[in-house]
T-cell receptor, first 114, second 111 residues
């Protein structure tokens, strides 16, 4: 079974802190994604990556950056956390080619920024 | 206008009912259509996907795409309490470089 793990299930941070969210997949997937999920807004794509050291902006990249130094690991960085970044963060991965065909999601990280 | 519109519900049905979940989308360039199921406190899991128009059936689930009306549907036959979850529709371009999710419909199947 494909497994996507996220470093934390729950995080509480203060405004202005630098926050790292880690995601690891064990199926040698080329593609990895970071989403945030908010009530009434659904899933919104922050960043995605088709290969190591490659990244592309999604719909809402402002205030975020990403890092993909190894194929299995995709990190989301909040440079200076703000209260409007309180959300559920979901990481996903998929095989190469048709990127959207099958995305496997991690359990999510609930981030609260005070 | 959102790329994908989905009625958030909540939807509550008795066990054994046929459930119909629907989405509309605005961009005809999108060719891949997906349904995800998300249980409480879990990440979404892919339920079904279709390419272009037509129907796809998998057990009790049928996904339907009508590109002429930009309408996506998921039908659940003989619904079970274990089907209680939030269902998200999604679509993407052929290359996968643009993809959007609906906001999700919360479904409860009452025993």
């Amino acid at each position: 079974d494909v497994k996507v793990t996220q470093s934390s299930r729950y995080l509480v941070k203060r405004t202005g802190e630098k926050v790292f969210l880690e995601c690891v997949q064990d199926m040698d997937h080329e593609n990895m994604f970071w989403y945030r999920q908010d009530p009434g807004l659904g899933l919104r794509l922050i960043y995605f990556s088709y290969d190591v050291k490659m990244k592309e902006k999604g719909d809402i990249p402002e205030g975020y950056s990403v890092s993909r130094e190894k194929k299995e690991r995709f990190s989301l960085i909040l440079e200076s956390a703000s209260t409007n970044q309180t959300s559920m963060y979901l990481c996903a991965s998929s095989f190469g080619g048709r990127a959207q065909e099958t995305q496997y999601f991690g359990p999510g990280t609930r981030l609260l920024v005070l | 206008q959102k790329e994908v519109e989905q009625d958030p519900g909540p939807l509550s049905v008795p066990e054994g009912a046929i459930v119909s979940l629907n989405c509309t989308y605005s961009n005809s360039a999108f060719q891949y259509f997906m349904w995800y199921r998300q249980y409480s406190r879990k990440g979404p899991e892919l339920l079904m996907y279709t390419y272009s128009s037509g129907n796809k059936e998998d057990g009790r689930f049928t996904a339907q795409v009508d590109k002429s009306s930009k309408y996506i549907s998921l039908f659940i036959r003989d619904s079970q309490p274990s089907d209680s979850a939030t269902y998200l529709c999604a679509h993407s371009t052929r290359t996968g470089n643009q993809f959007y999710f609906g906001t999700g419909t919360s479904l409860t199947v009452i025993p």
